[in-house]
């Protein structure tokens, strides 16, 4: 059977879908009995030369593909919120599928997407929206569905992960690395968005929410980005036989949701750890399955277009919708919570005085923070002396406060804080 | 909507069947809107204690699963051909769904399952039959639709995976290690099925023929098992960088396909080297996606529970059915092929003679076989000394040929070979 599509943006990905639907539609067709057919492209300069994207195709007028009744699916490459949305909902509301890789579109407008797929009976897919190629989407909607899912933790930003892989494995700067990232194009001219945690956290508020059956809002999630970490941090972490990875971590413990994004010390036997360059993994703990990992490219215009594909062809072949549950209900009584467990690694600078690790012990115990390794690396000088602390798992909150309570302290300078996961 | 199901066996898979749809049947119900009602359980002995299954679903009558109309699906985890073939084929021929964990069977009788699935117009699912809770197969066959796949490398046994990693982390030998697993239950009475790698070539014979779109027979695959593998090979490969595990692998190389299951030699960095104990992994190589990784429980009650569920729901929601390309046809003329390119690592004990390694040098290069790597570890003791080969990557033919050659000289006694994978 025949199934007319249509393709929002012709960019990158976009592209990618073209040209992937070119190359292998005849082994899709043969595999599956459906054939793929771009009926129009939606672009804003139709005389922009775009390799692989056939120019007939190509219409910078929307309400063209809403007028063909015969295009039964629209993917949406173009990114930004606007008008991604006022295009998804007119999609929606016209029964059509949508399938989107945006992100930011999702995670700010879940429950508006979700809902009017539902009342319009058609259906909304987004696997290439978080983690490119892998299908962690599919995993926590389909395969797992009989798990209740205790924790998601996933490297799902390309750009930090080159960084500190960069960092930790040619001894480099933030600065240096970085400058290298832009260089080769992993990075954006304004990095921003990768850098703070913005991207991951959009991507954890999508995941989480799938994970949890409950809607995970962006402006819940505790975002931390990797601009402090040192290359001293990357070289001591690894000395003490962790590596640093800027991991979004969403759990559920004692029916309470936690939801983070933050630079993470992980044990260098961690499969999270071998994940290095701009490869993505989600590493997942679920009830019956027991914990798995998903791994690959997580952004690039094929890896991507690989994911929109695959989603395109399962929304063509699902005569079925499902997976409403924050429309339908069925959301379980979970919270989010502000306060979590982790333990703490702490790099600083001392005075080299006998009564400077009691004065900070006694301000950690006061709090309830016990300590599990306090190392005084090298040697001191200038009357100051390096020292590292890792504390046992504690209550993020207690910690904060006896933060603020050593950072008063003049004999102790604080330089950088990083949660540990075991 | 409510959909009554049937299992076939209520072994441990059956079981942890039972008990998560009877844990989660509320959350599947609230997200999908499907309700899976368990209406009857085949077993052979009525009497049998079985926790968690309940007693009064039980029967002993196949035709009573097969004369009930309302039965839309059953669930097969009984294991072994016969009578599982009979019972699959009588089900598929009825209408009804089949979902399998039974990799023997579907390994065996592939195009039979798929062919009657087909010509009555229902679904054959088989997820849990290859590395347990890992969503592999619907990365294959759904994620990964658009993309030409090039290999699969597949940690695919436990039970010998947990064993190398034993010898590799403990320092042990094969038969203490097989000991231990024997002991732990993670190896059968009677290893030979797994430790021979005749396991993982059921499953390889399933993934490459989904990866390639073409049967892929078992008896094609070439096997070799991890019997021979001693304590001093993995120890000299770890000090070259190297990881030994028994890979499972397909590749699709110049339209040939090659198949084989045999330990191998994986640098230490790559993402297989990491997967330990009973884990089990699949590398993927995707035209479009690139490089991929599944990870997690490969078998256990629950992990295959868990992909058995995911099935048995997709299955219930799935109108339109796919994916029959040996079938309908679209099978590439690819050939699978006996000969493949890898490299080598020979460990092998030579006199201590200067014109040794001239006559071994001179039989490879005459088979033109190149060598990368020669060392001679250790002192020469009783007037014979270790020699480790590696060479650059050849022909599997050739080297065999040079291989021949070599055992026929007095000065040089081959220990073991092992395919090194970069």
Known sequence: MKKRIALLGAGTVGAGVCRLLAENGDMILDNNGVEIEIAAILVRDLNKERPGVPKELLTDDFEKIMADDSIVLVAEAMGGVHPALEYALRVLKAGKCFVTANKELLSQHFEELERTAFEHGTGLYFEPSV?????????????????????????????????????????????????????????????????????????????????????????????????????????????????????????????????????????????????????????????????????????????????????????????????????????????????????????????DEPLVLARVANIFGKHGVSLKTVLQPGEASDGCTRVILITHITSELKFRKALEELKELDCIEVRNIIRVEE
């Open 131 to 351: 983690a490119g190629a892998v299908p962690v989407i599919k995993a926590l909607t389909d395969s797992l569905a009989a798990n209740r899912i205790y924790s998601v933790m996933g490297i799902i930003n390309g750009t930090t992960n080159y960084i500190l892989s960069k960092m930790s494995e040619e001894n480099m700067g933030y600065a240096e690395a970085l400058a290298e990232a832009t260089e080769l194009g992993y990075a954006e001219p304004d990095p921003t968005n990768d850098v703070e945690g913005y991207d991951a956290r959009f991507k954890l508020s999508i995941l989480s929410s799938l994970a949890f059956d409950r809607r995970v809002y962006v402006k819940d999630i505790f975002c931390e980005g990797i601009t402090a970490i040192t290359a001293d941090d990357m070289r001591v972490a690894k000395d003490m036989g962790y590596g640093i990875k800027l991991l979004a971590i969403g759990k559920m413990e004692d029916d309470k949701i936690q939801v983070r994004v933050h630079p993470t010390m992980l044990p260098l036997s961690h499969p999270l750890c071998s994940v290095n360059g701009s490869f993505n993994a989600v590493f997942v703990n679920a009830s019956a399955a027991g914990e798995m990992m998903f791994y690959g490219r997580g952004a690039g215009d094929m890896p991507t277009a690989s994911a929109m594909a695959g989603d395109i062809l399962h929304a063509l072949m699902q005569e079925t919708r499902r997976r409403y549950p924050f429309v339908l209900g069925g959301v379980p009584a979970a919270q989010i919570t502000d306060d979590w467990n982790s333990a703490f690694f702490l790099s600083s600078v001392a005075q």
